[in-house]
C-alpha cells in the first residue's frame, strides 16, 4: 500500500509528501493562496495524466512531437461536496503530427489509460478538443 503524509502547517495550509517522496505546500483557503488547494491538484493531475500519455502514445506511433500543452478547465457543484462536474482538455500540439494519429492518442489517453480521468469521470463530464500548430520552420 502507497503512503502520502499531510502535515497540518496553521490555518488552512498544509505540507503534503507522496509516497515518491516529493513534498508540496496545500493551501485550502483561496484568500491566502500560499499554495495549490486540493482540488486544484486534481486538475493538475488530470493534464499531467493525459499529457503524459499522449507523449507516449505519439512517440510509439513515430509522430515528430515538438511541444504539447495540455489545458484543463473545469466547473464545480455548487453545494458541497463540490466535485468537479464538467471538465474540458484542450491539447495544443506542435510538429509534423498526423492528425488521426493526434486523435487516436487522446482517445486512447481517455478511454484507457489515465488514470486520473477515469476517477473523474464517476463525477464530471470529460470533453476534449486539440489544435495541431504545425511544426516549427527549419532554421534558415
Known amino acids: 500500500m502507497q503512503t502520502a503524509e499531510i502535515k ?3 490555518k488552512q495550509q498544509f505540507v503534503a509528501k507522496g509516497p515518491s517522496g ?6 485550502s483557503d483561496r484568500n491566502s493562496n500560499t499554495g495549490c488547494g486540493p482540488m486544484e491538484l486534481l486538475l493538475l493531475a488530470l493534464g499531467a495524466c493525459t499529457a503524459t500519455d499522449v507523449v507516449i502514445i505519439l512517440e510509439k506511433m513515430r509522430q515528430q512531437l515538438e511541444a504539447l500543452e495540455v489545458i484543463c478547465l473545469g466547473e464545480r457543484a455548487a453545494e458541497p461536496p463540490q466535485v468537479w462536474t ?3 482538455l484542450v ?3 506542435r510538429g509534423k503530427l498526423d492528425e488521426d494519429a493526434v ?9 484507457k489509460y489515465c488514470s486520473v480521468a ?3 469521470q ?3 463530464k470529460l470533453e476534449s478538443r ?3 500548430l504545425g511544426a516549427n520552420p527549419e532554421p534558415k
Open 8 to 10: 497540518w502547517l496553521g
Open 22 to 27: 516529493h513534498a508540496l505546500v496545500l493551501d
Open 86 to 88: 464538467k471538465l474540458e
Open 91 to 93: 491539447y495544443r500540439l
Open 103 to 111: 486523435k487516436r492518442a487522446i482517445a486512447l489517453s481517455g478511454e
Open 118 to 120: 477515469a476517477m473523474l
Open 122 to 124: 464517476k463525477t464530471a
Open 130 to 132: 486539440y489544435e495541431i
